[in-house]
Structure formats: structure tokens, C-alpha cells
């Protein structure tokens, strides 16, 4: 059997960017409620993890292992040095 091919897959979409005057305004923003900002405080006065700010602990926990060197160079199969 040949293989057949549909016309209407080869069709290309334009996309036209939306003019300013078509988006609707973004909503108001609400304030955080008061007791979110002083859990935010205690928090941070505990050097916990706050969201969306950077954590070194985390960064240093999720960077590439490095070892020993292990890694870097295949061992001699002679058993000699490098």
C-alpha cells in the first residue's frame, strides 16, 4: 500500500500578537492577610526557607556531586599513575 498524505496537515497557523487594547487589565492585587506576613517574619528571624527567595542550602544540596576526583580520569589498567 502507498502511503497517502492529507493536504489539510500542511496548512500553517498565523499568529498575530494581541493589540494592548484587546487584553483586559490584570485584576487588582490583594494584600497578603497579616498573619502570612508575621509567619513570613518568623520564619526568616529562624533562617528557614521562605517562598520564592533564593536558598543556598538548597542550591548547595542540589548542585552536581564533584567526589574526589574520581571521576575526572579513568584509572591506568597497567596500574600505574596518571
Given at each position: ?9 500542511d ?62 580520569v ?9
Amino acid at each position: 500500500m502507498s502511503p497517502t498524505r492529507s493536504t489539510a496537515g500542511d496548512r500553517r497557523r498565523l499568529v498575530v500578537p494581541a493589540s494592548a487594547e484587546s487584553v483586559p487589565p490584570a485584576p487588582p492585587r490583594v494584600p497578603d492577610p497579616p498573619i502570612y506576613s508575621a509567619l513570613m517574619r518568623t520564619w526568616a528571624d529562624r533562617g528557614r526557607t521562605l517562598p520564592g527567595r533564593h536558598d543556598p542550602e538548597w542550591t548547595r544540596l542540589t548542585a552536581p556531586w564533584r567526589g574526589l576526583g574520581r571521576f575526572s580520569v579513568p584509572p591506568d589498567p597497567r596500574g600505574g599513575g596518571r
